[in-house]
């Protein structure tokens, strides 16, 4: 029996509505806006960072301290080892069971970080599609053996051409799970992902996005890495080394961590690699702000140095009055 594809009942049915989301680039201050912010509303935060998952990954990612966790509480930090795989689908499941822990105790829920996967995931849900059927992917991958050139690639054409313009040729990993889902539901792939391209209400969205002049936020950004280094970055590094290897790809691939990783194997010195990381982190900024321009959920808050928290908190309140 074939699987209905109702995205309007998908998304009606998303957790992540109804929340309030504070976001911006790395270096931008959402911690420090964050916790005064949670305490006005009563809320309680949800990490939006996809390196903070991660433990003993600490200086590196600007987890909050101590003291702001003890302010407010803080969820999706410390979920698994370094040596752990971590996916989208893991964390919006995990951030689901939060917020329901969260109103049960009536409390609000606000999402903090900067990662913008994670925050279209939260705000449009995320494709799940059937499962996987290893007889039909086995028998699909040995096709494409013996079969003429481009065979996969054809075969999802005929079913889905949005998704076969999408997908190379020699994708065999990503052409097999477009066929298998067509064949399993009778729904292509395609149309199944509609809804992550499809903006949630705006009247069920609380998006903020902390936007600084792009000078001021370069600056904070070189800052910020020369004030990690201070406080035992390349240190934190060096026990990950002894006490997770192997770091998985997606932590190792983390800015800061790639690059002390190759000082520490001696790829290059420990001034390249730190002004390594600024430039990467500046570059990282940049296409974080495009994503967050991508998304038509997102209200923007010019922020400055001058800017007072409170300003802030007063001008997010003022947005969704």
């Known amino acids: 029996m074939p699987i209905i594809a109702d995205t309007q009942r998908l998304q009606a049915d998303n957790p992540g509505w109804d929340c309030w989301y504070l976001t911006g680039p790395t270096a931008s201050g959402k911690t420090s806006v964050a916790i005064p ?29 101590d003291d702001e966790r003890m302010t407010i509480r803080h969820h999706m930090i410390d979920v698994v080892d370094p040596s752990e795989d971590y996916n ?77 313009k999408r ?30 391209e499809t903006p949630a209400p705006l009247s069920r969205c609380k998006v903020v996005v902390l936007d600084w002049p792009r000078e001021m936020l370069n600056e904070r950004i070189n800052r910020r890495v020369d004030l990690m280094m201070d406080h035992g970055f390349l ?40 002004e390594l990381i600024k430039q990467n982190s500046r570059q ?8 967050f321009r991508s998304l038509a959920e997102c209200q923007f808050i010019s922020v400055h140095t001058n800017t007072a928290k409170i300003q802030i908190i007063e001008h997010i309140k003022t947005i969704f009055d």
Do not use: C
């Open 37 to 65: 912010l949670a305490e006005e509303l009563g809320a309680e935060i949800i990490s939006l960072d996809s390196m903070a998952v991660y433990r003993e990954l600490d200086v590196g990612t600007a987890k909050p301290t």
């Open 167 to 196: 997908l190379h040729p020699n994708d065999t990993k990503r052409l097999i799970r477009a066929i298998e889902v067509f064949r399993k539901s009778g729904i292509s792939i395609s149309t199944w992902q509609q809804q992550f």
């Open 284 to 291: 990282f900024a940049k296409r974080q702000m495009t994503w």
């Open 88 to 164: 989208l689908a893991e964390y919006v499941q995990g951030a689901y069971e939060k917020i329901h822990d969260l109103r049960r105790r009536n409390k609000k829920v606000l999402f903090v970080g900067g990662t913008p996967l994670y925050l279209k995931a939260m705000l449009r849900g995320i494709f799940a599609g059937p499962p996987a059927d290893p007889d039909l992917r086995k028998d699909l991958f040995e096709k494409a053996q013996y079969m003429p050139p481009n065979f996969l690639h054809n075969e999802l054409g005929k079913i889905d051409p949005v998704s076969a």
């Open 235 to 274: 240190d934190e590094v060096v026990q990950l080394t002894k006490r997770f290897l192997p770091i998985n790809k997606t932590a190792a691939q983390a800015i800061g961590y790639k690059e002390l990783f190759d000082y520490l194997d001696k790829k290059t010195s420990l001034h390249s690699a730190v």
